[in-house]
Every structure is written in structure tokens, then in C-alpha cells.
């Protein structure tokens, strides 16, 4: 099989960035294959990249590569890294959007190797303060997929940032939690997971002062317009309205509190 390398950006697709960052890629590892996971991460929003890259990384093949390009901070001293994380590699910057990856490792035992790119040679001859994506990540990411090691980018560290995680917190009569993704139908997901449910009955989910009475499995056991609450596809409890859009109707926002009572 070929080399496989994935993009996560918020480069949009209006602009050409992605093209020349793919356009890198082929120039030094011509059998790689690339996968476009998105680019339509809201602009310099790492939190939601990091959410995205914890849905998505352990679904593809060993030894996939992964291109994250949500850099705020480009330019600057931040790191660089390129790394590997169970089965998979990673590589783009510093900045947290490994958070909710890395505390899946944690969970499940995954081993975890990071460099700091460092080392020149491995990148764009002309490098732009601005577009490490193109002159940095991408070559480092084509020489990965014609077998370079981790070791030779640059040097070991085990400290990636990482980004502030609200806790579920339980409270007297059930469980508090918070907003963590909005997706394309306007769904909200929490960081509340199914089995943090699992001790308790008569759910009643209040959120943005709205109240929905139950946890469904489908959305087909409600009426269309109506507000739902589920367990989504990754587990996490999500509030939905049936063939509508949830975030619109309440004006939901990312770290609104969801509250979970029991009865």
C-alpha cells in the first residue's frame, strides 16, 4: 500500500493553500497518497481541530501520517513536532490540537515518541513566517512517508502542549459537563460520555435554559422539529433537534454548560 498521508486544516478551500501543500508532498514522496479529513476548521480555532483529531486519527491504517495545520501562532516560538502516537504518526505544531489524542493514549496504553523539527535540511529551501503548512509540515510529512525516521527531524521531547479540559463534574442529583463541538447539521456534542450515564435513570438534559426529557437511541424516536438528546457516534451525549439544527434553535455555543439530572 502506499505511503498514506491525511490533511486537518483550516485553510478553507477557496484560496489554493491546500493545493500546494499537496503539491509539496508529491513533489518529494510521488507515491503518497493524501485523504483530506477537513479544512474547514474555523479559522485559528485549535480546540476545535483538537476535537476533530481525536475522531478521526484511529480510524485509518497503521502508519498514516497526519498533517494538522491549525497555527495561530506560526511564526513564532512555538514548536514544531512531529511525532508518533499508537499507530499513527502526527506532525504539525505545538499548540494543544494533540490534546484530546494524546489523553486517548493515555487511556489505552498507546506508546508516544515527539521530535522537535529542527532540523532544516528536511524542509522547504525558502521557508515563510507564515506558511510553516507549506514549507515546514508538508516536506516533513513526504520525507516520513519515503521512510525517514522520527530521529531525524530534530530532538526527542515527551512534553506536547496541552490544552485546558473542563471535567465532568457530578453533582447531587446527576452530572455537569460543558459544550465541546458543534458539527454541520448543528448538533451539539459534550464532553459528557455514555458511560459516564451508565449509574443513571430518568434523565432529564437541560441546556441554554432548554430541558429535554429522556436519552434516545435514534433520532427516529422523536418527531421531526423536536429537540433530542443522544449518545452520537463517538459516545459523547448530544443535544440535536430531529431535521433541524440545534445550535441555531438555542443559539448554542462552544463551553455552554450542559447539566444531566437524574430522578
Same mark, same amino acid.
Given at each position: 500500500?502506499?505511503p498514506?498521508i /491525511?490533511?486537518?486544516?483550516d485553510?478553507?478551500?477557496r484560496d489554493?493553500?491546500?493545493?500546494v501543500c ?14 483530506d ?7 485559528q480555532?485549535?480546540?476545535?481541530a ?5 475522531? /478521526? ?14 497555527d495561530?501562532?506560526?511564526g ?5 513536532l ?9 506532525v ?5 490540537a494533540l490534546?484530546?489524542v ?6 489505552n ?7 522537535? *523539527?529542527t532540523?532544516s535540511?528536511?524542509w522547504?529551501a525558502?521557508?515563510s513566517?507564515?506558511f ?9 510529512c513526504a ?9 531525524a ?12 479540559i473542563a471535567p465532568?463534574?457530578r ?5 455537569r ?5 458543534t ?7 459534550s ?14 438534559v ?7 426529557g ?6 427516529g424516536?422523536?418527531?421531526?422539529g423536536? *429537540?433530542?438528546a443522544l ?14 439544527n ?11 454548560k ?6
Amino acid at each position: 500500500m502506499p505511503p498514506l498521508i /491525511t490533511l486537518t486544516t483550516d485553510f478553507g478551500v477557496r484560496d489554493g493553500d491546500v493545493s500546494v501543500c499537496k503539491g509539496v508532498i508529491k513533489s518529494i514522496a510521488p507515491s503518497a497518497e493524501i485523504i483530506d479529513v477537513t479544512h474547514l476548521i474555523s479559522p485559528q480555532n485549535v480546540r476545535e481541530a483538537a476535537v476533530v483529531l481525536s475522531r /478521526t486519527l484511529r480510524y485509518f491504517p497503521e502508519n498514516t501520517i497526519h498533517m494538522f495545520v491549525v497555527d495561530p501562532g506560526v511564526g513564532t516560538a512555538r514548536r514544531g513536532l512531529a511525532g508518533r502516537i499508537g499507530s499513527q504518526f502526527v506532525v504539525g505544531p505545538d499548540n494543544g490540537a494533540l490534546t484530546l489524542v494524546l489523553l486517548q493514549a493515555e487511556q489505552n496504553g498507546w506508546p508516544l515518541e515527539f521530535v522537535s *523539527l529542527t532540523e532544516s535540511k528536511y524542509w522547504r529551501a525558502e521557508v515563510s513566517s507564515i506558511f510553516h503548512g507549506r514549507d515546514i509540515f508538508a516536506p516533513v510529512c513526504a520525507h516520513l512517508a519515503n521512510g525517514a525516521p522520527l530521529s531525524a527531524f530534530g530532538p526527542v521531547f515527551t512534553n506536547p502542549v496541552r490544552l485546558p479540559i473542563a471535567p465532568v463534574t457530578r453533582t447531587e442529583n446527576g452530572l455537569r459537563g460543558e459544550i465541546i463541538f458543534t458539527d454541520h447539521f448543528g448538533n451539539c456534542s459534550s464532553n459528557i460520555r455514555a458511560e459516564d450515564l451508565a449509574s443513571l435513570s430518568n434523565l432529564t438534559v437541560k441546556v441554554r435554559g432548554a430541558e429535554i426529557g429522556g436519552v434516545v437511541k435514534t433520532f427516529g424516536e422523536r418527531t421531526p422539529g423536536e *429537540l433530542v438528546a443522544l449518545i452520537n457516534h463517538v459516545g459523547e451525549l448530544e443535544v440535536a433537534v430531529v431535521n433541524g439544527n440545534a445550535q441555531q434553535r438555542l443559539g448554542v455555543q462552544v463551553g455552554d454548560k450542559v447539566e444531566v439530572i437524574s430522578t
